[in-house]
């Protein structure tokens, strides 16, 4: 289910001026030389998709806050490390736990155990030394939120009864890591509808990578011609000059607006 979500335009712009990316842009555009646009072409993807996840993580939250009026746990699908800083802040009150590159075998163990809750949260708080109990309950209290990066998780088993709820807070160029984070909820032993919302914001990178992604035609096409695939490929190199053609657009629109 897509759905549309504000970003800061501010923050945006401050993150794209501070890197550099309209510069890269006008390379990738105009430079003959192919190592020179390979090199700005992987500089403006990661500036752009990081700067974009900044700019509507306040309202990423916001709209997993509203779910959980209504929801009881959520997995939330994410990448750059800015980002989940930002939804740790605003989502504290529900206890948000990580599930990424950077925690240890323990530490994913531990955001496992507090997003699953009843019998295996007790079985890790009985398998551990606490200096005290309330060091032990600061650190183990239970999860309604579960943070994951987009490329991690694989193997991982057992959301499926606690969560059939997912969030795509930032997007992937590739189709299929968005289908391997659904399977963490979507998969055999689920007992309720599988539902994931793919949160797009109208500036940044997110135009883009949804046009790829095909993700407005997502919900009809299955009805108009199931056998046609969700997700069609699009040329790297198309890819990298729709981005650099959308941050030149977004600069000449800046200009244009009287002061």
Request: glycine residues 6%.
């Amino acid at each position: 289910m897509p759905h549309r979500v504000d970003a800061d335009e501010s923050t945006l712009d401050e993150l794209l001026e501070q890197g550099g990316a309209f510069a890269l842009a006008e390379t990738i555009l105009s430079s003959s030389d192919r190592k020179e646009v390979f090199t700005a072409s992987g500089e403006i993807d990661m500036q752009m998709r990081r700067a974009t996840g900044v700019a509507k993580a306040p309202y990423v939250a916001a709209f997993v806050d509203m779910l959980l009026e209504s929801e009881q746990k959520v997995v939330l699908f994410g990448w750059h490390r800015a980002v989940y800083s930002i939804w740790l802040e605003r989502l504290a009150e529900h206890n948000p736990v990580l599930y990424t590159g950077s925690e240890s075998p323990m530490q994913k163990e531990q955001s496992r155990a507090r997003f699953m809750g009843g019998d295996e949260l007790e079985q890790f708080r009985q398998n551990r030394s606490w200096s005290s109990c309330a060091q032990m309950e600061e650190a183990t209290s239970e999860s309604r939120v579960l943070i994951m990066s987009l490329r991690s998780g694989s193997g991982m088993d057992g959301i499926q009864h606690m969560c059939n709820v997912g969030v795509f807070g930032e997007l992937d160029w590739s189709p299929g890591i968005h289908d391997q984070c659904e399977g963490r909820y979507h998969r055999d032993g689920q007992q309720n509808p599988a539902v994931s919302y793919f949160l797009v914001a109208d500036v940044g990178s997110d135009p883009v990578v949804a046009d790829v992604l095909n993700l407005k035609e997502q919900g009809s096409r299955p009805i108009v011609d199931p056998n046609r695939p969700l997700f069609e490929a699009a040329d790297v190199s198309d890819r990298m000059k729709k981005l650099a053609e959308s941050v030149l657009a977004k600069r000449k629109r800046r200009r244009a607006v009287p002061a």
